[in-house]
């Protein structure tokens, strides 16, 4: 498993750890049951706090990438490619709504929106 946080990145530290280990788990790089740090070792790895990891970890918990036992651990859950592509999906609509809420409130209208997101896209 490899994390990599930056404060500088302009992304909250808990969206990065989960955008990360979710790669991850979709790729195949961390294999269902394997098991995954603690929270406070994670949090120690990574030098964040102990709720940073925490968010993390419950937001993949709650989109069905990881689970976890009591008094075990935390362990990667089997890959349900329907399930990643829902999240994915929710996740999108609410990063698009982010998008639209900025462009209105900083009257960029719908085309020169469309067409930045274009050039990016073909970039």
């Known amino acids: 498993m490899r994390i990599f946080v930056s404060n500088e ?3 909250p530290i808990y969206e990065q750890i989960k955008t990360q280990l979710r790669s991850q788990i979709i790729k195949g790089e961390l294999l269902p049951d394997a098991m995954l740090p603690s929270i406070r070792t994670l949090a120690k790895e990574l030098k964040v706090g ?3 990891a925490k968010r993390a970890y419950d ?3 709650a989109e ?5 036992v009591q008094g075990k651990g935390v362990f990667v859950a089997k890959f349900d490619k ?3 592509e ?13 998008v639209k809420n900025f462009c ?4 960029v209208d719908e085309k020169t929106a469309f067409k930045l997101f274009k050039e ?3 970039g």
């Open 120 to 122: 990016i896209w073909e």
């Open 82 to 84: 329907k399930k990643a």
């Open 104 to 107: 209105l409130q900083n009257s």
């Open 64 to 68: 069905g990438f990881i689970y976890t």
């Open 86 to 98: 829902i999240g994915a999906m929710t996740e999108l609509q609410s990063r698009l709504e982010d």
């Open 9 to 11: 990145a302009g992304v």
């Open 50 to 52: 102990i709720i940073t």
């Open 59 to 61: 937001d993949l918990c």
